[in-house]
């Protein structure tokens, strides 16, 4: 599995998390990795995007999440702060096709190679 997501678990509402979302068999650094999530009973959506020149971020975690990529780990790392029990949801890293423009990044289908996903649970 060329991607793994790791870091989630149960945290109170204000709470953070750092996930992660580490790359095997590729360099990360040439490519773009998306984070986006899952919620139950609802479509997976984009949360960030992050290439060797631009960061992209959904409306609802704008502000709250940082994305950022570690070359040296071959990792990319998404921290949330400031969690809402909204951000409750499975979330997965992608690595895209292409390299993404803002009205591409929030499209699953611009993406290939999944991690496993990671369980966010915000919750008191």
């Known amino acids: 599995v060329p991607l793994q997501a790791s870091g989630g678990r149960l945290v109170q509402p204000g709470g953070s998390l750092r996930l992660s979302c580490a790359a095997y068999g590729f360099a990360l650094d040439n490519y773009g990795i998306g984070w986006f999530r899952q919620a139950p009973g609802k479509e997976r959506e984009g949360v960030s995007y992050i290439n060797i020149s631009r ?33 409750t949801a499975v979330y997965y890293c992608a690595r895209a096709t292409s ?19 990671t369980q966010v649970t915000v919750s008191s």
């Open 55 to 87: 960061k992209f971020y959904a409306v609802s975690v704008k502000d709250r999440f940082t994305i950022s990529r570690d070359n040296a780990k071959n990792t990319v790392y998404l921290q949330m702060n400031s969690l809402k029990p909204e951000d």
């Open 99 to 117: 390299r993404l423009i803002f009205s591409e990044w929030r499209t699953p289908s611009n993406y290939h190679y999944w991690g496993q996903g």
